[in-house]
């Protein structure tokens, strides 16, 4: 077993359960709009932001696992990196846990719990990422990858998504942002296939 497969084997446990809370939320949600309780009320309207959101948290995480993967090469078995995988792993499992309301049926609208946890959940996913571009930035042979004009692009773009994902207000703009997100990902990830190389 390599160091890397060592130090992975728990953070991708982890970051798998991340990718569970949030299909599992979606899960709930839905079973909660098609089988409502009796005189529960309202049905639950889901709207197109939680589900957006949480399309967009399962992107990142695998953006994520694709970038351990370049740097795995780097990896290695000591408490700074076990604790390091432990806090992006648990950031990651936090904010998945925050997207979907622990119990949909208690909601009238989606929409509404989006806009309580969005700034969390991208704040958390922004901190997330200055971190690992400030590690990759500290080993040489990372930082070459992201000095390539193409990843430099990407990052301003990904950060200027975050910044309007932070500051729009309305559900059309929120919309908005989040299927640009989404675009963003597929555009690199599986029209390109590309990751940080």
């Not at 060592?6 to 709930?28: D, H, I, N, Q, R």
């Not at 399309?55 to 740097?71: E, P, Q």
Request: aromatic share 14%; with cysteine.
């Amino acid at each position: 077993m390599s160091e890397f497969e060592f130090v992975f084997s728990l953070f991708g446990l982890l970051l798998g359960f991340s990718l569970v809370e949030v299909l599992g939320g979606l899960a709930k949600a839905v079973e909660a709009k098609v089988q409502p309780e009796i005189g529960s009320g309202e049905p639950l309207r889901i709207g197109w932001l939680t589900p957006l959101l949480s399309i967009f948290v399962m992107l990142d995480l695998v953006s994520f696992w694709a970038a351990a993967w370049v740097a795995r090469d780097q990896a290695s078995v000591s408490g700074r990196v076990l604790f390091a995988g432990l806090f992006f792993a648990g950031s990651y499992y936090l904010a998945a846990h925050l997207v979907c309301p622990q119990n949909p049926r208690m909601e009238r609208d989606l929409d509404v719990h989006y806009f309580r946890v969005k700034r969390l959940v991208l704040g958390t996913v922004t901190v997330l990422l200055v971190v690992q571009l400030a590690y990759w930035l500290s080993v040489p042979e990372l930082a070459q990858k992201l000095e390539k004009p193409i990843n430099i692009g990407k990052m301003v773009v990904f950060f200027a998504l975050i910044a309007a994902g932070l500051i729009v207000r309305g559900r059309r703009a929120n919309t908005a942002v989040l299927s640009l997100f989404i675009v963003y990902y597929l555009w690199d990830y599986l029209i390109t296939m590309n990751t940080i190389t």
